[in-house]
């Protein structure tokens, strides 16, 4: 009888350990993502990083990690990297958990957006509709953001509207002249238009898409 109390009792005490394993766990976590969303806010690409990396270590299926770390490396220019975390958001369910985030995020901070990422996230998933959907709601909030209009036109472009595509990069310009990432992607779209009908260049086009600011 003794030696089955102490084995009770053992199986006790590993259970509050796990128990408050689990607790502290979920506190770092919390912490991390509270210092992220500060990074994500002030757009510190390389905080965003560090915290995000630091979510995910605690939580691998975390969605919100991989669409921060995607958007970062993004806006930093490394598209290797960008693409393997967008990858992890292809299902449905999952950029659906992200876009929750988001709204929750736009409700503490309603001077930011970022909408501009998650369409960018379906773009590089070739969800080329839900692409345009975000995009179009940021430009609700910040009708002049040369970037999103550039990645509209990016996006037309794929989908073969012109009209909408020659909008939107025109539009970029109007709003910044010397954008040298709409200026390249409307040469690219009338190197299309002209010379090749059948279909958008779309890896050039890939290689250009930049952070939605």
């Not at 994500?40 to 995000?52: C, E, H, L, N």
């Not at 990690?65 to 967008?86: M, Q, R, T, V």
């Not at 590089?124 to 959907?133: C, D, G, I, L």
């Amino acid at each position: 009888m003794r030696y089955k109390k102490q084995l009770l009792f053992f199986i006790f005490l590993l259970f509050v350990m796990s128990a408050g394993f689990n607790t502290y766990k979920k506190m770092k976590f919390k912490y991390f993502e509270k210092q992220a969303i500060k990074s994500y806010v002030k757009w510190d690409k390389g905080s965003i990083i560090v915290f995000a990396t630091k979510m995910l270590n605690l939580n691998p299926e975390n969605s919100t990690s991989h669409f921060l770390i995607a958007s970062a490396y993004n806006g930093l220019g490394n598209k290797k990297l960008a693409y393997e975390h967008y990858a992890k958001l292809k299902n449905s369910q999952i950029m659906y958990s992200v876009i929750k985030w988001c709204e929750r995020l736009h409700e503490t901070y309603p001077n930011i957006s970022c909408y501009g990422e998650i369409g960018t996230a379906f773009y590089h998933n070739k969800q080329y509709n839900e692409a345009v959907k975000y995009y179009e709601k940021k430009l609700e909030k910040f009708p002049d953001s040369e970037s999103t209009h550039t990645a509209l036109g990016i996006v037309y472009d794929e989908l073969l509207q012109d009209d909408k595509a020659l909008y939107h990069f025109k539009k970029a310009l109007e709003i910044k002249p010397n954008s040298k990432i709409a200026k390249k992607n409307l040469d690219i779209f009338e190197y299309r238009r002209r010379f090749l009908k059948s279909s958008p260049e779309s890896e050039l086009n890939k290689e250009v898409i930049i952070h939605l600011d």
